[in-house]
């Protein structure tokens, strides 16, 4: 049986798009992510970064959810370190409550953004060391059984949201280890150690009351069109998009700027954080991702649409699910 897919939705604001714009578009991808048969869509955290609208996940979950109807919503992720874990419960057993049976709460401990964003959302470099605590206290308002006596989530308690712990190091693996929870690894843009963590993950986890045994999300990069050759030019440009946004922000380059910067020592992250992306034809992409789950020893895989355009990225993601067996008799 085919693994099952989900999808990161970064809520990308496009070239001369408004945040609305992108929230729009964050909701036609889950209602069709619906239809097509994936297994949850995901947003992740993010502050003062203009090309992405997903800085307030529950606010935007909220928004998705009430324009669904079965999908699973979720964060991935939420970071911790930004929020007080009683203000978290409230808000995703707001969401549970309001639609049962459909929310995610991945959580990580980075920034989400740049120290002096940091310092704007009040939380210093060392907020990040009670990552741990803050865990196990948000798992005790959302479970029942507050580790703060006298103090619950209303609402939020006893609704048991499933909680990932989100990583792109050995320190969430030992951690998801450790808590019996699930571990999501960010393999679409850090995957450097995405093979270390997932084996410790495995060898160390610890049954809980949430999970029995050990599931691991990979994440990965896709871009499927209907031929080879449409596919890796959508694959350029949208590396070449990320040079605009990590590495000349406030510039325009020309593609041929672009190319060059990628060639330099700078551009050649680009292309380390782009290691694991299946691109090519629907057939080629659901080979790679075939090969990529085995190497990742995933139990799940939630895919990036890197696509530069919105009809490009609905469109990969479609031929994907119909490629990968989502989309009955359209195989």
């Not at 999808?7 to 889950?30: K, M, N, P, Q, R």
């Not at 069709?32 to 203009?50: D, I, K, L, S, T």
């Not at 990552?131 to 006298?150: A, C, N």
């Not at 006893?158 to 019996?180: E, K």
């Amino acid at each position: 049986m085919a693994l099952p897919l989900s999808i990161l939705d970064l809520a990308h604001i496009g070239e001369g798009e408004t945040a609305g714009d992108s929230l729009a578009a964050s909701v036609e991808l889950a209602q069709r992510a619906e239809e097509w048969g994936y297994r949850r869509v995901w947003y992740a955290e993010h502050h003062n970064m203009p090309s992405i609208a997903s800085s307030a996940t529950s606010v935007l979950i909220a928004h998705v959810a009430a324009h669904t109807r079965t999908i699973r919503l979720g964060a991935g992720g939420v970071m911790l370190p930004n929020h007080a874990p009683l203000t978290i419960a409230e808000q995703y057993g707001t969401l549970e409550t309001l639609h049962p049976g459909r929310i995610d709460l991945g959580l990580g401990r980075a920034p989400g953004s740049d120290q002096k964003t940091m310092r704007a959302l009040r939380r210093t470099p060392s907020s990040a060391d009670a990552f741990p605590e803050d865990v196990l206290e948000l798992q005790g308002y959302l479970t029942g059984h507050s580790r703060i006596p006298g103090v619950d989530a209303t609402p939020g308690k006893g609704t048991d949201v499933p909680l990932y712990i989100l990583g792109s190091s050995l320190f969430g693996a030992t951690l998801a280890a450790a808590l019996g929870l699930p571990y999501a690894f960010a393999s679409h843009f850090a995957p450097s150690a995405l093979e270390e963590a997932v084996a410790v993950y495995r060898r160390e986890f610890k049954p809980s009351a949430q999970l029995e045994r050990p599931y691991v999300i990979a994440g990965v990069n896709v871009i499927a069109a209907d031929t080879t050759e449409e596919a890796q030019e959508q694959f350029l440009a949208a590396k070449r998009l990320r040079v605009g946004r990590f590495l000349t922000p406030g510039r325009t380059l020309s593609p041929e700027e672009a190319d060059a910067v990628l060639q330099s020592p700078a551009g050649r992250q680009i292309e380390q954080m782009t290691t694991y992306s299946a691109v090519g034809d629907p057939a080629q992409v659901e080979e790679y991702l075939d090969r990529f789950a085995g190497q990742a020893q995933a139990d799940e895989l939630i895919v990036v649409s890197a696509a530069p355009d919105r009809k490009a990225w609905l469109r990969s993601l479609e031929l994907l699910a119909s490629a990968h067996g989502l989309l009955p008799g359209r195989r």
